[in-house]
């Protein structure tokens, strides 16, 4: 379906974005207020059952261009829910089948290197990192950006789960998942389409790859590097012993100390780092799921066609005066009359057919202009990004094996130092 058509209606229409120049000199939310999540906190549904607690974060909004009129107030805050995250992402899908939309970070944890859950205070923040950047990602679209919904959930305390649910879109996205059940599968199908979704998928599963095996390495490293305690008590409980040797030791066992406890600060590292990688394993699912929309009106234009074809069969027996089934198999005609009603009726649908394919067209060559600059625009942003990542990931590990070197050129230093 598309957006022209669909009951959930954008809120302000943004200029025509043709190109993906078009999106660095488009308007966006994000060029009049900064966007920010400042907390969490975690609240309880009035029980002590750990099950029924939540976290919320607070969304810290200031408008930084004093004439700016689309927000309620220079400077407002509100607490959301993850869940109330997922309805606004889940209204965006809905509403704007051709733009990649921006994902939310894990729910659950994901590819994780230690036993962790939703309630542990390093997920709940960098799931707040995560929710800000979702934010910005949709604040600074010029397609998404402006919408009544998204404004009103970055301000409106009171009344938006209402609002939003109103909007018609929770029934809309049941209808897309009953299409989504039955297997799309077209006569013709798009290649530069079937080319984008081969590389989402295969973008998803190397993202998913790397973020498997990096989880293990760290949780092996964690370990090993933990291990070096064991030499920096040793270390220590030698050189009470030793006379000559007893600096030397000592002094060797505090940088074996300090190699267990390096490992800490670069696993945290690398757990930041890991979480922009993953947002990339989630927009390869929201780039697979543009191309499946552009299936689906593909598939509403095949029907239609399909349609007419029938309708034009149907109306040729009709004029032989063989349009039912009983003169199909005993060879008997239609009265004249009969026949003129029967094909005047047909011809009427058939020019209703003819209306119905050129707007599934007109839709169809409408999202796919549309799609193209987004996926356009998604590989740029994606290149960049996960250079910058690929290079942190990278450049960090070599500043821990600098840092490790160092250690053990120090152990040795003091070994050799002594008497």
């Not at 009035?46 to 309620?72: A, N």
């Not at 356009?376 to 996960?386: G, I, P, R, W």
Request: proline share 3%; net charge negative; aromatic share 8%.
């Amino acid at each position: 379906m598309s957006a022209q058509n669909s009951p959930v209606k954008a809120s302000r229409s943004p200029s025509v974005i043709e190109t993906v120049q078009d999106y660095d000199s488009q308007d966006t939310l994000l060029k009049h207020v900064d966007i920010s999540i400042v907390e969490s906190e975690k609240r309880a549904n009035g029980t002590l059952h750990v099950r029924d607690h939540y976290t919320v974060y607070l969304i810290d909004l200031k408008v930084t261009d004093p004439d700016y009129k689309l927000v309620q107030s220079k400077i407002s805050t509100i607490w959301r829910r993850y869940t109330e995250f997922e309805q606004i992402h889940d209204y965006l899908l809905v509403t704007y089948p051709h733009v990649i939309i921006p994902p939310l970070p894990e729910k659950r944890v994901l590819y994780a290197w230690r036993k962790s859950d939703t309630t542990d205070p390093e997920f709940v923040e960098r799931r707040r990192a995560g929710l800000e950047n979702f934010l910005l990602r949709v604040a600074s679209h010029p397609r998404l950006c402006f919408d009544d919904q998204f404004i009103n959930f970055l301000q409106q305390e009171h009344g938006w789960r209402e609002t939003i649910t109103d909007s018609g879109y929770i029934l809309q996205a049941e209808n897309k998942i009953k299409s989504l059940s039955v297997s799309i599968r077209l006569k013709k199908p798009d290649p530069e389409i079937e080319s984008v979704k081969n590389y989402g998928k295969q973008l998803e599963t190397n993202l998913g790859n790397f973020l498997y095996t990096r989880s293990k390495i760290i949780e092996k490293n964690y370990a090993l590097c933990k291990l070096h305690a064991n030499y920096g008590k040793l270390f220590s409980e030698w050189s009470v012993i030793e006379k000559e040797m007893g600096d030397g030791l000592q002094k060797a066992g505090h940088y074996f100390d300090s190699i267990a406890d390096s490992i800490d600060s670069v696993a945290e590292d690398e757990e930041q780092l890991a979480d922009q990688l993953k947002e990339y394993l989630f927009y390869a699912s929201a780039l697979q799921q543009l191309c499946t929309n552009h299936e689906m009106l593909q598939r509403a234009l095949e029907n239609a066609q399909d349609t007419l074809n029938n309708r034009i069969s149907e109306r040729s027996r009709a004029a032989a005066g063989k349009s039912g089934l009983m003169s199909r198999l005993f060879g008997t005609t239609d009265p004249d009359i009969v026949r003129d009603q029967t094909t005047r009726a047909l011809d009427s649908k058939i020019v209703s057919d003819k209306d119905a394919i050129e707007k599934a067209k007109i839709d169809l060559e409408e999202f796919t202009k549309k799609a193209q600059v987004e996926i356009e625009y998604f590989q740029k942003q994606k290149d960049k990004d996960l250079h910058e990542s690929l290079v942190s990931f990278i450049t960090l590990q070599v500043k821990a094996a600098k840092k490790n070197l160092q250690a053990w050129t120090q152990i040795k230093e003091c070994l050799q130092n002594m008497p």
